[in-house]
């Protein structure tokens, strides 16, 4: 089967609607699409589904499950900001809307001297280490990394977005060396908590085909550390736009069989199953 978890409409932060996203589906033979749009509910960011907009957007992506019912499945589902005190990717934040599934990321990062977010441009990345973290790189990576360990004890989600996102910029500005030992000690104990949490680990190919870094989400020694506690693993494209939605899926299937997976999961009929890793 081929699917996609992770998938953005003008909902949000999309630059299409669901139903073009769905027809692009369904030229590129999916057989399950699960739309997540960003969440902070009952709070926003202006790329987020408006607080007042969810329920419009539950009752389309409902509707186009209907009408598509004998040729493609669609799922209804969030990608929710874990911001601690404010936003837990919990099924009781969502209970109105009865998702299919929900997405836990980290975006954000909140110190007493402001915010910022990782996945924004390079600029202000930098901007948000030195306001947030007096420059300290090493700092604003380990908190990232910090919370998302406190995401995988407070939330119940189904997936685990671009685990190790910090990356996305690295490349750019040059933060960290992924080959430090403090880097790579981080990277582990994450690994252990996501075992322990029993979450699905996507394998998110959005950065390459959005040009921000040449190369999937998590990396590989993150991946291989992960396929070594057993962590179940999805290949999902973080599509904004209908021509992303399998965007690099064949290096992602190569990075799992590089790190020692087989088999990846897939939610389908109210179900978690799995395959064996594809060959597209």
């Given at each position: 089967?081929?699917?996609?978890?992770h998938?953005h409409t003008?909902?949000c932060?999309?630059?299409e609607t669901?139903?073009?996203m769905?027809?692009?589906a369904?030229?590129k033979?999916?057989?399950v699409l699960?739309?997540?749009?960003h969440?902070m509910?009952p709070?926003?960011?202006?790329?987020?589904?408006?607080p007042?907009?969810?329920?419009?957007?539950?009752?389309?992506?409902h509707?186009l499950?209907?009408?598509?019912?004998?040729?493609?499945?669609i799922l209804?589902g969030f990608e929710?900001?874990y911001?601690?005190?404010i936003?837990?990717?919990?099924p009781?934040?969502?209970a109105?809307?009865?998702p299919d599934?929900?997405?836990?990321?980290?975006?954000?990062?909140?110190?007493?001297?402001?915010n910022?977010t990782?996945?924004?441009?390079?600029?202000?990345?930098?901007?948000g280490?030195?306001?947030?973290?007096?420059?300290n790189?090493r700092?604003?990576?380990?908190?990232?990394?910090?919370?998302?360990?406190?995401?995988l004890?407070?939330?119940?989600?189904t997936?685990?977005g671009h685990?190790?996102?910090?990356?996305?910029?690295?490349g750019v500005l040059h933060?960290?060396?992924?080959?430090d030992?403090?880097?790579?000690?981080e990277l582990?104990a994450?690994?252990?908590?996501i075992?322990?949490?029993g979450?699905?680990?996507?394998?998110n190919?959005g950065a390459?085909?959005?040009?921000a870094m040449?190369?999937?989400?998590?990396?590989a020694?993150f991946l291989?550390?992960?396929?070594?506690?057993g962590v179940?693993?999805?290949?999902?494209?973080?599509?904004?736009r209908?021509?992303?939605?399998d965007?690099?899926?064949?290096r992602?299937v190569r990075?799992?069989?590089?790190?020692?997976y087989t088999?990846m999961?897939?939610?389908t009929?109210?179900?978690?199953?799995?395959?064996?890793?594809p060959?597209?």
């Amino acid at each position: 089967m081929k699917t996609n978890y992770h998938t953005h409409t003008d909902f949000c932060d999309g630059a299409e609607t669901p139903e073009a996203m769905v027809q692009a589906a369904l030229e590129k033979q999916f057989d399950v699409l699960g739309f997540s749009g960003h969440s902070m509910y009952p709070f926003a960011a202006d790329w987020h589904i408006a607080p007042r907009a969810h329920a419009d957007y539950v009752q389309e992506i409902h509707r186009l499950a209907d009408v598509y019912r004998d040729r493609i499945e669609i799922l209804c589902g969030f990608e929710v900001d874990y911001l601690p005190g404010i936003s837990v990717p919990h099924p009781s934040q969502f209970a109105p809307f009865k998702p299919d599934f929900l997405i836990g990321s980290v975006h954000y990062i909140v110190t007493d001297s402001g915010n910022f977010t990782v996945d924004d441009t390079a600029e202000n990345v930098r901007a948000g280490i030195e306001r947030c973290f007096g420059g300290n790189a090493r700092e604003a990576v380990c908190t990232y990394f910090s919370l998302e360990r406190d995401l995988l004890r407070e939330a119940t989600c189904t997936f685990l977005g671009h685990c190790d996102l910090f990356r996305k910029r690295n490349g750019v500005l040059h933060l960290f060396d992924e080959r430090d030992s403090w880097y790579r000690d981080e990277l582990r104990a994450t690994a252990t908590a996501i075992a322990h949490s029993g979450v699905i680990v996507e394998i998110n190919t959005g950065a390459i085909t959005r040009g921000a870094m040449d190369d999937v989400y998590p990396s590989a020694e993150f991946l291989s550390l992960l396929a070594e506690r057993g962590v179940p693993i999805t290949i999902s494209s973080d599509a904004h736009r209908g021509t992303d939605l399998d965007g690099a899926f064949d290096r992602a299937v190569r990075a799992a069989k590089a790190a020692g997976y087989t088999e990846m999961l897939l939610l389908t009929s109210g179900r978690i199953t799995s395959q064996k890793l594809p060959t597209w």
